[in-house]
């Protein structure tokens, strides 16, 4: 098949969805292309830059996420100002649950190798292991959701959010002190950002600006993983009520509604046929599988149930809390940070004890 057709294909699949469900709705799949083009065409992503830190002091990618984050936050902080009602922030608690599933979420996403746009495309890529851990990375997200209630009954501060000029001013500060803590510990030249990089940080900003502009709310990716779960145990006669997540209203009408209005599963969507177009195009979809033993794999299912639990305690995954909750003032955001970070190190500690390293 040649790739005028897949091309032409994937915008008819996109406009046909704008005529059916609204154009609203097709500019959020177009939008989560975009960002499928842009994470697997430069080659960017929010864990392997983790991994470059801490195992080469390597600053680059790091540094490119703060500055992708500082200029959605300058333009998010003002739409949210004046048009509060309309729009919304990615805001949170600060908890327990939140700080230990953040740790959790990124020790498991580096035994995979991707956090939740991260196993989107890297399964869209054709990659085996993320492939694997999807299914159950979507199973957690639903579990997690499930049992939210009683984790955050453990303890939770109010919502902190950071608002108007002032707080986009202690964001941009905070964002600076994050960079200059990575340039001195980075390695030498370290901070100098890569082409591609740069490229990578003008899309995916403004890619995400336009998400929320267009769906009121800010880019996420862990609750409609979820949310087909539970539309799949609704379809098989299961019982929601008991959990109050699934019980409430917003979240009753969207399990009874079509996926294909749903802001967080479109994008999701859009992350994988993305992907797959840019792995596709440069040379296929036919991806190696490592020779893995079997505990790697066996370790991979239960790193994506983690993935998908501990991102629902910690109120969202390198997007939704990192990347949407700071650059909308969350101040959780931050907190989840400095948990994912440190649990970004132990997990790069357990890959090779699970057989995941220095395999191909």
Not at 166 to 188: D, N, P, Q, W
Not at 314 to 321: D, E, W
Request: aromatic letters at 12%; one cysteine or more.
């Amino acid at each position: 098949m040649s790739r005028s057709v897949v091309v032409v294909g994937l915008a008819v699949l996109v406009l046909a969805l704008a005529m059916a469900a609204g154009p609203r709705y097709g500019a959020l799949l177009a939008i989560g292309m975009g960002f499928g083009l842009a994470l697997e065409g430069f080659r960017f992503g929010f864990t392997g830059p983790w991994r470059r830190m801490i195992l080469h002091r390597d600053a680059s990618g790091l540094l490119a996420q703060l500055i992708c984050i500082a200029i959605v936050a300058m333009a998010a902080f003002p739409m949210l100002a004046t048009n509060g009602a309309e729009i919304k922030g990615a805001h949170a608690p600060i908890g327990l649950a939140m700080i230990g599933g953040a740790f959790v979420f990124g020790a498991s996403m580096q035994i995979v190798m991707g956090c939740g746009s991260g196993t989107l495309v890297n399964a869209g890529s054709g990659n085996a292991v993320a492939a694997l851990a999807l299914p159950f990375f979507a199973i957690g997200s639903f579990g997690g959701a499930y049992h939210l209630t009683w984790w955050t009954s453990l303890g939770s501060l109010p919502v902190v959010v950071l608002s108007g000029t002032s707080g986009l001013a202690i964001t941009l500060a905070g964002l600076v002190a994050i960079g200059g803590v990575a340039i001195f510990f980075g390695a030498k030249d370290s901070w100098r950002i890569p082409r591609r990089y740069w490229m990578a940080v003008a899309a995916l900003a403004g890619l995400a600006i336009l998400h929320l502009m267009i769906a009121g709310q800010p880019w996420g990716v862990v609750y409609g993983l979820g949310l087909w779960v539970a539309k799949g145990a609704v379809a098989f006669g299961a019982d929601l009520s008991g959990s109050p997540f699934w019980a409430a209203p917003g979240n009753v009408e969207r399990v009874a509604s079509s996926v294909l209005t749903d802001v967080t599963s479109l994008t999701d969507f859009g992350l994988i046929f993305g992907a797959a177009l840019v792995a596709w195009w440069r040379s296929g979809l036919g991806a190696p599988i490592g020779t893995y033993p079997v505990r790697a794999w066996i370790a991979v299912v239960i790193a994506g149930l983690f993935l998908g639990y501990s991102s629902r305690l910690a109120f969202g995954c390198n997007i939704g809390a990192f990347f949407s909750g700071i650059g909308t003032g969350s101040a959780h955001g931050w907190v989840w940070f400095v948990a994912a970070f440190a649990g970004s190190w132990f997990g790069i500690k357990l890959r090779p004890l699970l057989g995941l390293e220095g395999r191909t």
